[in-house]
């Protein structure tokens, strides 16, 4: 299976890509993503056109509102938005040099979980937090490198969540009232094949990971084997999520950063696979 190009290499480092027909506000498309060290927000419009969007020095990630509008992590702080789009910061949650948001997902319950990383990727100087609708911050993880996808099992009741440095994929039972417990590696990853990054659930509960440095998606299945493949046409390849009308795309996001000249000219664009599995939609951040 292969992917296709969609757009032109907008991003430096495109991350964390959203599908949700809830933003709110002015229709700008339903697919959403990040430039994460740009501090840009990218949107997909019915067109084609991409629209960015410079919200602070770095973005790690963004989800849909159930009230409409977005929730969004910025370098070091939470933003709420309305539908709207006005950005509403709330405190920074730490104050540590150098340490910025990464990827994130809400669970079921509309707890929206975002891991931090060191920009020199320093191990163990990141966390993974919990925002929770009330507004309070809860440290979920701690002594994490490199904080990556996450995701969850159709009945809720499994979490999947990627250190980067570790090459796992690692599953936790998920309790509404106790959060995350019981982690244990669920897929163990050679770094012939790249370094695992982004990841999404489809709605039979096989998980999609991307591998940076090797040109693909990995489909898993639930006890962890290898199921099928999408390859991409550049090799930093960052992260997906199911869109479309009948979520029955796969839109993958690319990076170039660090590159230099030795990146692809297609490095940065975004990618779509029509892979014929229905995916899960965006679960929304309840706050």
Request: aromatic letters at 6%.
């Amino acid at each position: 299976m292969k992917a296709e190009q969609l757009t032109e290499a907008d991003a430096e480092h495109g991350e964390g890509p959203v599908w949700s027909p809830s933003w709110g506000g002015p229709s700008l498309g339903e697919l959403r993503w990040v430039d994460t060290f740009a501090g840009d927000l990218l949107a997909l419009g019915d067109d084609g056109t991409v629209t960015k969007r410079n919200v602070d020095k770095a973005i790690g990630a963004l989800r849909p509102r159930a009230g409409g509008g977005m929730i969004v992590a910025l370098e070091r702080r939470f933003a709420l938005a309305g539908a709207d789009g006005e950005l509403h910061p709330l405190g920074e949650v730490w104050d540590t040099p150098g340490v910025q948001f990464n990827d994130g997902g809400c669970d079921p319950q509309g707890r929206f979980y975002c891991g931090s990383m060191a920009v020199d990727n320093t191990p163990g100087a990141g966390r993974l937090y919990r925002l929770d609708p009330d507004g309070t911050v809860h440290v979920a993880l701690r002594e994490v490198t490199v904080s990556n996808g996450i995701g969850w099992s159709p009945d809720g009741g499994t979490a999947y969540y990627i250190d980067t440095p570790t090459m796992r994929v690692d599953a936790f039972d998920h309790d509404p009232d106790r959060g995350l417990s019981g982690r244990r590696p669920l897929v163990r990853l050679d770094e012939a094949d790249g370094v695992p990054d982004g990841l999404a659930v489809d709605a039979d509960g096989h998980l999609w990971v991307a591998m940076h440095r090797g040109g693909t998606i990995h489909r898993y299945r639930p006890d962890g084997r290898l199921d099928g493949v999408v390859e991409v046409p550049v090799r930093n390849v960052t992260a997906c999520t199911f869109g479309g009308p009948r979520l029955d795309q796969l839109f993958i996001t690319t990076s170039r950063h660090g590159m230099g000249a030795a990146a692809e000219p297609a490095a940065g664009a975004l990618f779509r696979a029509d892979v014929a599995v229905t995916g899960l939609p965006a679960a929304a951040f309840a706050g």
